[in-house]
């Protein structure tokens, strides 16, 4: 099943908006890694449609995705996707904003009175951004960059609302986390899917639950009927 996942930048889908003709395409990412992750399914069921199909999300991402959705999936579609996942950071937005603004955009692709399209879509919104995700699982962090586990646990770290650059941004700290990997050579993006590949969904979606336990709820909702699974 060929599936668009859009997202606002590097840390979901691997690159930039906007600079998908300068950045090479990964296969393995995020935001498909934890899709795959949830539906407890291989690797190659799910192939992302890739980059230079996909519609610009460059300038200001989120209002696109959250005004535009309908229309980007779409327009996916015509290049062939046959799924889609629309995710986005809350960024200190009023509770069930963008979330609602994601949901209005799924009905109105699939109750459009000319071509409405029936497809799955699974939309959710991170808090207050994916890195709070895998942050969640604090010891699989640590084991994945070679640290001592932490004394003192975080909590959860949908706490974390800080201003971006400020120490109580999720960004911040999982910056910080990944500055002192015992191995200097991975990359940024390296060191995101290896966290993404061990972490444990349950203990994310219980630290997490206003972002990531409604996105698991609504992947299994739309992706397990079309895969064949009750």
């Not at 010891?139 to 609302?161: F, K, Y």
Request: charged share 25%; with cysteine; net charge neutral.
């Amino acid at each position: 099943m060929r599936v668009a996942f859009l997202s606002e930048g590097a840390t979901e889908v691997g690159f930039a908006p906007g600079m998908r003709e300068h950045e090479p395409w990964r296969k393995t990412f995020l935001l498909k890694i934890i899709v795959d992750r949830i539906l407890d399914i291989d690797d190659e069921v799910l192939v992302p449609l890739e980059e230079e199909s996909l519609p610009s999300l460059s300038g200001n991402a989120v209002g696109k995705l959250c005004r535009k959705g309908a229309g980007l999936v779409r327009a996916c579609a015509g290049f062939g996707a046959e799924a889609a996942v629309l995710l986005v950071d809350r960024d200190r937005t009023k509770p069930r904003e963008r979330l609602g603004a994601l949901r209005v955009q799924r009905d109105r692709l699939r109750a459009g009175p000319k071509r409405p399209l029936p497809i799955p879509v699974a939309v959710g919104v991170a808090v207050e951004t994916v890195e709070a995700w895998l942050l969640a699982d604090e010891v699989t962090v640590c084991d994945v960059l070679g640290l001592a586990h932490p004394e003192s646990p975080m909590g959860s770290p949908e706490r974390l609302v800080g201003a971006p650059g400020e120490a109580t941004h999720p960004k911040y700290v999982l910056n910080n986390y990944f500055s002192q990997d015992a191995d200097p050579q991975r990359t940024f993006l390296d060191r995101v899917a290896a966290v993404a590949l061990r972490m444990n969904l349950d203990t994310v979606a219980r630290q997490c639950p206003q972002g990531f336990g409604q996105f698991r709820d609504d992947v299994l909702h739309e992706f397990r009927p079309c895969l064949g699974r009750a």
